[in-house]
């Protein structure tokens, strides 16, 4: 079946670092890719839609300056939480479908856990 | 604006018993999916729903849409503690460009 493969699991930094996120289709290709947040206890809200060859698309009040996407390939997005506070540390999953798959479920990644100190 | 709520957001019930989750969503979709996510896991998917009466069924759990009721039902059948766990559905706009709209969740317990 589709995997997605999200990279780090978790990571814990100081205020003020940038962190990345990785997030790979292991054996599809994904024109496109999907990032949410998700807070404790709360349901997974989109952030953004990441295309591969164009500028992502970010849900309102998503700062697309605080959280750059690139999707340089068919099989990797990758979010960056630059200059990340407190406020920002969250559940970050990732999400791909099948290309020309619309009628099949959002395979996701294992998210990345992400503190900021 | 697009709402898709749950109901339940919390449940607790006994093993062996039955219970129905439900999922109504404000705009026309004929896509519906269920996800089911363990503590600090990611999200599994469990049943996919592309047309009005569908019904699906794996194990323990059914799900059903109605597509004019802009409704999707979860039945529990004798419930055990393996299914608890974290349940979102999620509706799929065809308009707004192949993106899922989650659900508020229902949490699940499942008491021995």
């Known amino acids: 079946g589709a995997v997605v493969s999200q990279h780090p699991s978790w990571v814990i930094c100081k205020s003020g670092t940038s962190v990345k996120i990785e997030c790979r289709s292991l054996?599809?290709?994904?024109?496109?890719m999907f990032w949410y947040r998700q807070f404790p206890k709360q349901s997974l809200m989109l952030m953004a839609t990441?295309?591969?060859?164009?500028?992502?698309?970010?849900e309102q009040g998503v700062e697309k300056d605080k959280f750059l996407i690139n999707h340089a390939s068919l099989t990797l997005s990758t979010l960056t939480v630059t200059s990340a506070h407190p406020e920002d540390s969250s559940f970050y999953i990732c999400?791909?479908?099948?290309?020309?798959?619309?009628?099949?479920?959002?395979?996701f990644g294992d998210g990345t856990r992400l503190s900021i100190l | 604006e697009l709402k898709v709520e749950q109901n339940p957001l919390f449940l607790s019930m006994q093993e062996g018993k039955n219970y129905t989750i439900y999922c109504n969503y404000s705009?026309?979709?004929?896509?519906l999916y269920w996800y089911r996510q363990d503590p600090g896991k990611s999200l599994e998917s469990l049943f996919v729903?592309?047309?009005?009466?569908a019904v699906k069924q794996e194990g323990r759990l059914m799900a059903s849409l109605d597509t004019k009721a802009r409704l999707s039902t979860l039945h529990i059948t004798a419930a055990v503690h393996d299914l608890s766990a974290t349940y979102f559905c999620a509706v799929d706009i065809r308009y707004t460009g192949n993106q899922f709209y989650f659900g508020t969740g229902t949490s699940l317990t499942v008491i021995p």
């Open positions: 990441s295309n591969e060859g164009s500028k992502a698309t970010y």
């Open positions: 705009t026309t979709s004929d896509r």
């Open positions: 054996d599809f290709q994904a024109t496109t």
């Open positions: 729903l592309l047309s009005n009466g």
């Open positions: 999400s791909a479908r099948v290309w020309g798959g619309s009628n099949q479920p959002q395979h």
